[in-house]
C-alpha cells in the first residue's frame, strides 16, 4: 500500500441507542452517532465499469475508501469526511492479510 494516497482524514461513527444524555436531554439523531476512530484514507471515485454496475443498484454517489487494516469496522458504521457523510455498504479485508481495507459507501445527500 502506497502511504502517500492516504492523504484523507476520515472518521468511523458508529450508532448510540441512547435517546437521552447524561443531563437527562433528548439526543437528536445526528448526536446519536459517535466517534469511533479515526484514520486516514485514499478515496477513489468509481468510473468505468464499477460505475455502471453502482448505477445499476442507484446508488449515483458511491466510492471507495482505502485504508489500512482496523479491527472492528462495520457496515453498521458509517464514515464522516469534513462536512460529508457516507453510508458504509460494504468492507473487504483485502486478500483476508489484516493489512488493508477496501469500504464501499454511499454518500448521504
Not at 5 to 30: C, H, P, S, W
Not at 40 to 69: C, H, P, S
Amino acid at each position: 500500500m502506497n502511504a502517500g494516497m492516504l492523504n484523507k482524514r476520515i472518521i468511523f461513527q458508529t450508532y448510540v441507542n441512547a435517546t437521552v444524555n447524561e443531563n437527562g436531554f433528548l439526543l437528536t439523531d445526528d448526536q446519536r452517532w459517535q466517534d469511533h476512530k479515526k484514520v486516514w484514507a485514499g478515496i477513489k471515485t468509481l468510473k468505468g465499469r464499477e460505475y455502471y454496475e453502482a448505477a445499476a443498484t442507484q446508488n449515483e454517489n458511491q466510492v471507495k475508501f482505502i485504508t489500512r487494516y482496523h479491527a472492528g469496522i462495520t457496515a453498521d458504521m458509517r464514515i464522516k469526511m469534513g462536512e460529508r457523510v457516507f453510508e458504509i455498504q460494504s468492507v473487504v479485508d483485502v486478500d483476508e492479510k489484516h493489512k488493508e481495507l477496501n469500504i464501499m459507501a454511499k454518500e448521504q445527500v
